[in-house]
């Protein structure tokens, strides 16, 4: 029911709700999908655990940045055909960048970089599946998928682009859609600036 990418689990979300039961799991897993995509995408990158194949193009510098970060693990590298040995470059983990010793990345368009590697962070999700691995996201990246999914619970019923909803005499707000089009509650965008990642 979570996608590879949830950055939470419904026994989570289901204490933030107080809900008990499973009569609403299938729901509940779908906000928590929906709101790790919508995160994702707010912050320009991936946080789940994965090994993967890159091919990447140099830009003329030290440093070659990968996408998925934390780096665990560097399998191999291999640039214009030749595998690099490992002495010929070093490892950034936290920033995510592979810094090249003694040299430059060539430029180019072309990718002719290749890396295999392991990045991304052990979420809740992959811990529960797996006791071989120890969680390891940063809590605040779990909360914002929490109170983002919460949110959106809490709308339940409302019309997807209502930004008010007025019954009697109560009034809420929901937020400018255009101003917001992701739906990301302010505070959780104040909580993940951090982890965005800027070019």
Known sequence: MLSAHALTTIEELKSELLIS????????????????????????????????????????????????YPIAEVDSIIMDGMALPPDSYDVDGKMGALIRVGGIWPPANERNITVTYTG?????????????????????????????????????GAPRDATTLQVEQIRVTFGDRDRDPAMIPLAVQHLLTSWRRWG
């Open 120 to 156: 991304g962070y052990v979420t809740p999700v992959q811990a529960a599946a797996d006791p071989d691995l120890t969680r390891n996201l940063p809590y605040d990246i779990e909360e914002a998928c929490i109170v983002t999914a919460a949110t959106w619970a809490s709308h339940r």
């Open 21 to 68: 039961g499973n009569t609403e799991d299938s729901y509940l897993a779908r906000l928590i999908n929906s709101a790790s995509d919508a995160i994702r995408s707010y912050c320009g990158r991936d946080f789940a655990k994965e090994q993967r194949t890159e091919r990447l193009s140099g830009a003329g510098g030290s440093l070659l940045l990968l996408p998925l």
